[in-house]
């Protein structure tokens, strides 16, 4: 992944069972791996208010460089729909207070999660909704509320109808992703994704906007730095 130029590497938090694995990343490439907190939507489960009162410590005890990954997954499960909403109304809040950013996870569920960020936007909520997959409506909503649009391998494929939406799209909206280990972009769709596959989703994003590769990285990297304060 350095050989392809990706510098550096905003780590999601999962959960409390991840930690401290996420920790030890940060401090083996200090610089180059940066650390966030929060509790993900997929690990809300019946403990979730001990999950939430170790994520309201960590805040406490250090800097993090953003809340997330956050929000709402109605694909996998909906026994803890209730849960998932008040673990992300709170961690919003918890955002508000620090002056943080937010990582949005929206699977099933983009336009509950932008009805949430509307009920908690008084101008100064910044995020990214994280691997944003909808339409141009939704992608106009989304920015309208401040937040950028996270993209990444999806773009790729062929019949996802994302590249339609994100060419109409202009670049200041735009963060550059990759999910790994998941949603590897072509020619690796299907297999474990890697950071260094960057590269495949500029250079997709600009063939859609008639631009050389270095102008994506540029303009994408930019609107990163402002995102999380780096």
Known sequence: ???????????????????????????????????????HPCSVKENYKEELKLVERSLAARKFVA???????FYWDRSFVNEQYLALHEQMEWALHYDLPIVLHSREAIDECIRVVEEHQRGNLKG????????????????????YLGIGGVLTF???GLDKAIA?????????????PYLAPVPYRGKRNECGYLLYV???????????????DAITTDNASKLFGL
Request: aromatic share 6%; hydrophobic share 40%; proline share 3%.
């Open 168 to 180: 109409e799209i202009d670049l200041s909206h735009i963060v550059l992703e990759t999910d790994a």
């Open 128 to 147: 990214v909704f994280h691997c944003f997959t909808g339409s141009l409506s939704q992608a106009n909503q989304i920015i309208g509320l401040g937040f």
């Open 67 to 73: 809340i997330g990954e956050i929000g709402l997954d």
């Open 158 to 160: 062929k019949n996802s």
């Open 1 to 39: 992944m350095q050989n392809e130029g990706v510098k550096k590497f905003y780590l999601p938090a999962i959960d409390s069972d991840t930690t401290q694995a996420l920790l030890n990343l940060e401090k083996k490439f200090p610089g180059k791996c940066v650390a966030m907190t929060g509790l």
């Open 202 to 216: 500029a250079q997709k994003l600009a063939e859609l906007k008639g631009g050389p590769v270095n102008e994506i």
